[in-house]
């Protein structure tokens, strides 16, 4: 039996065809085959055909994950992955039996030869993880493990170019690689904060109701408890920064809450802070009543930071409007009929109360002694006499 070796048309795969063949398929990459012999040739020729039951079955097993050609595919890229990974295991293990002898300008210029092999045999194990990737149902930019591999190669691919010498190609290859690896590690980082995010309730929300205060407050409480959970979690860049976006969507969330919870208090309060003058007695009576009732009425709402703020706010009105009318009450009382002599009236009209005058008292004397006998000074000779 005559035994021929071709090439598929596909792929390009060296296929071994005996002589009694008609068709096949390419063990490589499935493609059907159809055999053309004449005088003194032969040739493969890929056709598409109209296949039965059996082979549609066939096919569809082919396909199948773990099965057929993809599994082969995916089989022959690791089975090389593993032999690369032997041959720098060994070639590490050279360069350290070199770096022990390391002194001579032989032994200097092999290690140089063994350092840049290891280099070009890190770079072709990168692009076999590609490769391998890229079978893989997995996208590239959600493969968290290939990217972190990734990251590792390119991290002894620019320790392996630090140990030569730093000419202007060495150089530009290190310039590549770190932007590379900053372009991996970028990647890692938004995969990362994605993952985290999608664990968060708050950022499974896609519809946001800002005139629906119900929502905001539901949305406000569900980010605090996410809050809780990641002050919870490990330090690292993509907790501070999902961290950072959490915070904003609150501050969002709390800002129109705080604009339709002012809006539903002011359409419920009856006091509309007019200019009122300190000396409108009933101005400030009516306006007393109405902050009462105000204040009656947000006291029976459930309590929240708006409705603090305004009871606070309503009671230092109240307070102020209080003192006027005890102004007012004790300056009219001062100047009714009766109320006390004209000297201790205000001598303005703005004082609160009174005068006090000061109260006066008789001299105080002292008395004359009555065992002592009065004397009396002479008034030539300026001696003391006694006189009865």
């Given at each position: 039996m005559e035994i021929k070796f071709l090439n598929c048309t596909a792929c390009g795969a060296s296929i071994q065809i005996s002589g009694d063949m008609e068709s096949l398929n390419c063990s490589a990459c499935g493609a059907f085959l159809k055999l053309e012999q004449g005088p003194g040739y032969s040739a493969l020729k890929a056709v598409k055909r109209n296949c039965s039951g059996s082979e549609k079955r066939e096919k569809e097993r082919q396909d199948a994950p773990g099965e057929g050609t993809h599994a082969m595919r995916m089989a022959f890229r690791r089975n090389h992955l593993v032999s690369?990974?032997?041959?720098?295991?060994?070639l590490r293990c050279e360069i350290r039996e070199f770096e022990r002898q390391a002194g001579t300008p032989a032994v200097d210029s092999e290690l140089t030869d063994l350092h840049w092999q290891e280099y070009q045999l890190l770079e072709r194990i990168k692009k076999e993880n590609i490769a391998i990737a890229e079978l893989e149902p997995v996208q590239l930019g959600h493969n968290l493990p290939f990217m972190q591999a990734q990251v590792v190669i390119l991290e002894e691919e620019l320790a392996v170019l630090a140990k030569l010498a730093q000419t202007s190609n060495i150089k530009e290859h290190v310039e590549c690689l770190q932007a590379e690896k900053t372009e991996w590690a970028q990647a890692i980082f938004e995969?990362?904060?994605?993952?985290?995010?999608?664990?968060?309730?708050?950022f499974k929300t896609n519809l946001i109701y800002y005139e629906n205060q119900a929502?905001?407050?539901?949305?406000?409480?569900s980010a605090s408890k996410?809050?809780?959970?990641?002050?919870?979690m490990?330090?690292?860049?993509?907790?501070?920064a999902v961290e950072a976006e959490l915070r904003k969507k609150y501050a969002e969330f709390e800002k129109n809450w705080r604009v339709l919870e002012e809006r539903r208090i002011k359409s419920?309060?009856?006091?509309d802070w007019t200019v009122i003058q300190k000396t409108d007695h009933p101005g400030i009576i009516h306006a007393i009543s109405v902050i009462n009732l105000d204040l009656a009425w947000l006291n029976s709402q459930k309590t929240n930071q708006m409705i603090e703020e305004h009871i606070q706010q309503l009671g230092r009105r109240l307070k102020e409007l209080e003192g006027w009318q005890m102004r007012i009450e004790r300056q009219?009382?001062?100047l009714a009929p009766g109320s006390g002599s004209p000297w201790q009236r205000s001598?303005?009209?703005?004082?609160?109360?009174?005068?006090?005058?000061?109260?006066?008292?008789p001299r105080q004397t002292q008395p004359r002694p009555t065992t002592c006998p009065r004397r009396r000074r002479g008034r030539s000779s300026g001696s003391w006499e006694s006189w009865s």
């Open positions: 690369m990974d032997t041959r720098l295991r060994i995969f990362n904060v994605i993952t985290l995010k999608q664990s968060l309730p708050s929502f905001l407050v539901a949305e406000m409480w996410d809050l809780e959970t990641l002050l919870g490990q330090a690292s860049p993509e907790v501070d419920g309060l009856r006091y009219a009382s001062s001598p303005t009209a703005y004082s609160l109360c009174p005068i006090k005058m000061p109260r006066k008292f």
